[in-house]
Each structure stands twice: as C-alpha cells, then as structure tokens.
C-alpha cells in the first residue's frame, strides 16, 4: 500500500483503522491468536510484527531482538499474537543466555559486569536493580560521577550554565 504523505490528520487515523480492521485477514489461525501476550513481565501487542513486539521487553533493543528471533528460529514474518508458547520459551532462552547461542559480546547490554566480569543480557526489573546497584557503588566510592548523580547535575560532562534548568530554581530569593 502507498502511502500518501498529503494525508491530514483524519484521513491518516482513518486508514490505519482501516489497516487494523483489515489485519484479521493476515492472520493464519485466529483461534490461537493472542492479543495481548505476557513475557517477562511485560504485556507485548500481539498485533505487531514480532521483531517489533519483543522491544516492549525492557533491556530488548531492535537489533539484540533481531538476531534473538533469528537464533531461536521465528518467523520474523509473524505477528506477536501467532508465537506459539514452545517459540516464546525458545526466545526466552536466548535471550537468557546469549553466549551459549554464540550471540557477540558488543550485542549485549551488560558487558564485563563489575562483581563477577560476566557478559550478558539484563531485562525487565533486573536491568533496574543492576543500574540502582551500580549508582549505589558510584556514589559509595565517591566518584565523580557518583557526587554528580547524588547532587542531581548533568554527569556526562555538559555545560550546565545556561541548560539544564528544567526542575530546578534558579535566581535569587528576595
């Protein structure tokens, strides 16, 4: 289908209801198809494309989701709704331990962990325990960018002058 770039505003809502109606016709059985699925704590719409549906899982980016689907061998064709439950464990799998699936190492989000030297993949509330955890350490050596997260400021080096004013006051008090 060509898009038209002219389109005001309802026109483009009305053809992407449209395309949404019309959806049901791409689905292959509707009788397994889910919605909604839940994996890894996350609620993905199964009315994407699977590549696409999988980045709801926080810590899953594009291209790790990308060579994930292809190393569990899943149809990047299919909608999330139309994964069977043995395709999403499989994916699961993979993503819990992308080493052994030979998946390379500048792929992953958590690379030569400070405790164990581990490299791997974190996601859902793991990747927030592991950044509250790292931040703790920051601030406990007293780091520079431990004190710069304690006070609030910009950490990665930005003039902080005239920007980042958002939240904070600024001026005197009379």
């Not at 790790?64 to 061998?73: G, S, W």
């Not at 500048?106 to 030297?117: E, I, T």
């Not at 993949?121 to 990747?127: D, K």
Request: charged residues 35%; contains cysteine.
């Amino acid at each position: 289908q060509k898009v038209n770039f002219a389109m005001t505003g309802e026109k483009r809502r009305a053809a992407r209801r449209h395309r949404l109606r019309t959806m049901g016709s791409l689905i292959a059985d509707k009788e397994s198809f889910q919605h909604i699925i839940r994996v890894a704590n996350t609620n993905v719409d199964g009315k994407q494309k699977v590549n696409f549906a999988m980045t709801a899982i926080k810590g899953i980016g594009r291209r790790f989701c990308n060579i994930a689907l292809k190393k569990a061998e899943v149809d990047l064709n299919k909608r999330a709704g139309e994964m069977t439950q043995e395709e999403i464990d499989q994916f699961m799998v993979v993503v819990s331990n992308p080493r052994t699936f030979k998946i390379p190492d500048w792929v992953l989000n958590r690379r030569k962990d400070f405790k164990d030297g581990r490299y791997g993949q974190i996601i859902s509330s793991g990747l927030d325990n592991k950044l509250r955890e790292d931040l703790e350490r920051l601030k406990k050596i007293r780091s520079h960018r431990g004190i710069r997260h304690y006070w609030g400021l910009k950490v990665r080096g930005q003039h902080t002058k005239t920007g980042s004013r958002r939240g904070r006051t600024v001026g005197l008090k009379k």
